[in-house]
């Protein structure tokens, strides 16, 4: 009987968790089972204490059968036979029994009946500990969300002292508390066992009354008379009774007394169990929160199952209202959210931080169970001189500031929380460390850069005061504003208007992050004559300077020059052409247009032109002298000319400009050519030309030509094997040793040059040129055919050109006569030229012939020099005998025959006789001063001789 009670006692103690999931009827209902245990230990304790040695009856002896007698009883013998019968199982029947029911009497088992009772009882009443699965699922709820916020043992609920830091007991506890509330929003098991649980103690309660009312108040206290058989001595009959029959029945009542009690307590757990009584206080709050219909309700605490909110409202009736639902928010986010303050606005300094706000939903909403929110305290983390401030709730806005804050590197922790019935909700917790000082002084500058088709900046700024981690520069294209009336910031940054809170952020594609340390940097890969705007902030976690503060510079890139294999700087001897073509690379929006430069040797800037941005060339010619050097220089110029801004921009634009590098050519001008050339004299193998020098030549240079002759036909300039051109430094030359005969009568072209040394280099002008013609040969050997028809013929120049000869013939001083005699096609077959004089010479008339050879040049006919001679015509009389003489006649000559004689001049070497026939001649040769001089070329010893023919 022992174990018994010790199992009762067992299941009437608790854990100390099970203690915080009963209301006062489930309190009332324990301590009634603990009645039950008591009475039933106690009617166990006197009837083993007490009964146990003398049994469980008061027996006497009332007679005696056999040969036993009466008398012989008394003594020692009769108190044997009284503890017999008190043990005997007949004596038992006859005194404990029911005279309703055939059974064994319940006093004869009622404090064990009644033990079993009252375990079955708690047994039902522990019903979800005997399971091992529901007790641990309770057992982790009531640990990892009741019992640590209950009793101050989660650090989360302390979030406004916590730092803001994120731990791994931290993430634990959450995910525990996501995992158990998770699972008992889907559960509906310890509701029903619960209604299960009340049934079935009802249930039984009642039933162990009316058994125990049937069985056990029906017994009677009445004698009973047993015989004890003697063997062969007979029988006694013994007369018993129970022992404390009304001490057991006392009990009884008691104890069903207390079974009623029991089926009342879980008529009201039921009872108080429907969520239609509206006796479940958090259950009652959240129904009637959502029947207010207020728009942050309609998702309140949204779950399949009944465990969530019945386990609260247990815990509610054990620990209070406020303290459940302090829990309840850490617990359910959307009740959370209606316990929590709207953040309106949170503005930092770099010492100090103002928040502003809405009263928390819940303040606003009309509903049975109205939650009152008394006012709301504001917390920051680490502690400065006062770190907790209290605001009484109101109807509109809220406002807190802490000032003198020490900022820098020091994360600050910012919790919001109401109040409701002296339970601190969950908040609004922000983390945040204070906007660092923002860098000061930015600068920026365009430097060279070794990409190709890019452009490189260096940007240099001066350190802050103050602590901070890093610094973020932006460097944003800007487009080209169109007109409008509204402007929009110059940049855009995620936290430019949200710059209070920590965000899990992340670096931007367009953000440079530098270290505390720096104070310069250089960016490359731009765009080359691009508009860029460049932002520098602070930044300490995730917090950046105020938005306000941010230096900001507008930079013009520089923009890449011309490409350099396009450029081209020509001169003519007054002029200068520049040309050159676009960038080729990428950007150059706020192209301008194009920087020339015209510089002296001597670096000085002669002219500078500033031209479009579509235009390709350039032509320079005021300021130009011929032969001169210059350097010409071409830059890109990129020009920011403002975009017509309005007063309300953010940032005023002045006129940036930007100039591209250099790229430069030195160009010496040409000389000017020389002016006038003429030939001076003409031979057939020479020319002498003589020209004008130029109008302008540098004083300090010296004046040189160079001449060149090339003739026209294909076939002369194969003759020529040497080149003719050279320097000189006389304005006249004579062109010698042309190729013989081929190259007489021939049309060359004769050119000038005027030349200078520049800096150790020499520059030509443009050519001054003319043709001109060398003198074809004469014809030869001028003979008559016949006399007196005056046929005369000669032989053909060499000069292949030649097909025309001029014939002037002339008597003393009459006026000469021209004769033009045409040998078209040069017949091979013939060497000579007939021609028929239609002049009649007079008989003894001297005439003077001169015959021409000519060429044709542009319309212009040229002469060679002329074949010479003197024609006399006679009539000869026949004389027999031959005399030295034969040019005059005799009378005693014999018939007239009539002759010509032609007279030509011979050069002879001095000392050699001259012919007979000869003469001096009188008349001036037609020679020219070059002639003469080729003629002289025989000798100082020739001299002129004249040959007479006569024909």
């Known amino acids: 009987m022992g174990s018994l009670e010790a199992a009762a006692r067992d299941w009437l103690s608790d854990p100390p968790w099970n203690k915080v999931f009963k209301n006062s009827f489930d309190v009332i209902e324990d301590q009634v089972n603990r009645g039950l245990v008591a009475l039933a230990a106690i009617a166990l304790a006197v009837r083993f204490l007490a009964n146990l040695p003398s049994g469980d009856l008061l027996c006497i ?144 309660a009642s039933l162990f009354v009316v058994v125990n009312s049937v069985w056990g108040l029906e017994s009677k206290d009445e004698l009973g008379i047993c015989y004890v058989p003697m063997a062969d001595k007979g029988a006694v009959t013994m007369q018993c009774r129970q022992k404390r029959y009304d001490f057991y029945m006392t009990i009884l009542w008691a104890f069903n007394a207390l079974l009623l009690c029991h089926v009342l307590t879980s008529i009201i757990s039921i009872i108080w169990s429907l969520k239609i009584t509206g006796l479940r206080r958090i259950t009652s709050i959240i129904d009637g929160l959502k029947k207010s219909h207020h728009e942050t309700t309609e998702n309140l605490i949204e779950s399949k199952g009944r465990d969530f909110l019945f386990l609260f409202d247990l815990v509610a009736h054990t620990c209070g209202q406020p303290a459940t639902l302090r829990v309840l928010s850490y617990t359910a986010p959307t009740f959370a959210q209606l316990c929590q303050p709207s953040l309106q606005n949170v503005t930092m300094t770099e010492n100090s931080i103002k928040l502003s706000w809405k009263p928390c939903p819940l303040q606003h909403i009309e509903s049975s169970k109205r939650l009152i929110v008394q006012k709301y305290v504001a917390t920051i983390f680490p502690f400065s001189r006062h770190h907790m401030k209290t605001i009484l709730a109101q109807e509109n806005e809220h406002e807190v500031e ?256 930007s100039v591209s590098n250099q790229i430069g050519k030195t160009v010496v001008t040409p000389p000017q050519p020389p002016s006038g050339i003429k030939l001076e004299a003409s031979a057939s193998t020479s020319l002498k030309v003589k020209w004008d020098p130029p109008a302008y030549f540098p004083p300090d240079s010296k004046l040189s030509y160079n001449v060149g002759i090339q003739p026209l036909s294909l076939a002369v300039k194969e003759a020529m094997t040497d080149d003719k051109s050279k320097e000189i430094d006389s304005n006249v030359f004579t062109f010698s040793h042309l190729p013989q005969i081929i190259g007489t009568g021939e049309a060359y072209r004769v050119s000038v040059q005027t030349v200078v040394n520049i800096s150790g280099k020499s520059y030509q002008s443009e050519s001054l040129s003319d043709i001109f013609t060398t003198k074809p040969l004469p014809p030869e050997k001028l003979t008559v055919i016949d006399a007196t028809e005056q046929i005369f013929s000669w032989l053909r120049s060499p000069t292949p050109k030649v097909q025309n000869y001029k014939l002037k013939i002339k008597k003393d001083t009459e006026k000469s006569t021209d004769y033009w005699v045409t040998d078209l096609g040069r017949d091979p077959s013939s060497s000579d030229v007939r021609f028929l004089l239609p002049l009649e010479l007079e008989v003894d008339g001297e005439y003077k012939i001169n015959i021409y050879s000519e060429v044709e040049n542009g319309g212009n006919w040229i002469e060679s020099e002329p074949l010479f001679s003197k024609v006399t015509k006679y009539e000869d009389m026949g004389i027999n005998a031959d005399t ?33 026939f000869s003469k001096v001649v009188e008349d001036a040769l037609l020679h020219s001063n070059d002639a003469q001089k080729q003629g002289n070329n025989l000798g100082a010893l020739s001299q002129q001789t004249s040959i007479v023919d006569i024909y």
């Open 884 to 916: 030295d003489i034969d040019t005059e006649r005799d009378v005693f000559d014999g018939p007239k025959i009539t002759r010509i004689a032609l007279r030509r001049n011979q050069t002879k070497v001095a000392g050699e006789r001259p012919n007979i």
């Open 61 to 204: 002896v009332v007679a005696v059968n056999g040969t036993l007698k009466f008398d012989s009883l008394a003594g020692p013998f009769h108190a044997s036979l009284s503890s017999y019968a008190a043990q005997d199982p007949a004596c038992h029947n006859a005194v404990f029994s029911t005279p309703n029911l055939n059974v064994t009497g319940f006093v004869m088992y009622g404090p064990v009946i009644i033990m079993l009772q009252a375990i079955l009882l708690i047994g039902v009443e522990k019903l979800w500990i005997i399971f091992p699965r529901l007790s641990q699922k309770l057992e982790r709820f009531y640990k990892s969300v009741v019992e640590e916020a209950l009793l101050g043992k989660d650090p989360d609920v302390a979030e406004d002292f916590a730092g803001g830091a994120i731990s791994m007991d931290k993430v634990v506890r959450e995910r525990q508390r996501e995992e158990i509330c998770g699972a008992l929003r889907g559960s509906s098991i310890f509701y029903q066992l619960y209604i299960l649980k009340n049934f079935a103690e009802i249930f039984l």
């Open 402 to 657: 802490f000032k003198d804050l020490v900022g820098g590197k020091r994360e600050y922790v910012v919790t919001l929380s109401a109040i409701i019935g002296d339970a601190k909700m969950k908040g609004v917790n922000r983390t945040t460390y204070l906007p660092p000082f923002p860098p000061q002084k930015l600068n920026c500058i365009n430097v060279d850069s070794e990409a190709i088709h890019a452009t490189k900046i260096k940007i240099n700024w001066t350190r802050p005061k103050g602590e901070f981690e890093k610094y973020i520069l932006k460097v944003l294209p800007v487009e080209p504003r169109k007109h409008s009336s509204s402007l929009s910031p110059p940049s855009y940054f995620p936290y430019r208007y949200n710059n209070s809170f920590k965000h899990n952020r992340e670096r931007e594609p367009d953000e440079i992050w530098l270290g505390s340390e720096e104070v310069e940097y250089e960016m490359n890969n731009l765009k080359p004559g691009e508009r860029y705007q460049l932002e520098l902030r602070t930044m300490t976690g995730n917090q950046t300077c105020i938005e306000e503060k941010v230096p900001r510079k507008l930079i013009l890139t520089k923009p890449l020059p011309p490409n350099m294999e396009n450029f081209s700087v020509e001169s003519s001897s007054d002029c200068i052409f520049v040309s050159w073509t676009a960038p080729e690379a990428d950007g150059h929006t706020f192209m301008e247009g194009y920087k020339i430069q015209v510089k002296s040797k001597g670096h000085a800037i002669l002219r500078e032109v500033l031209v479009s941005k579509h235009t390709r060339h350039l032509t320079v010619g005021d300021i130009i002298l011929s032969a001169t050097e210059y350097s010409v220089s071409l830059s890109s110029v990129c020009r920011d000319q403002g975009d017509a801004l309005t007063e309300q921009d953010l940032m005023s634009l002045d006129h940036l400009e």
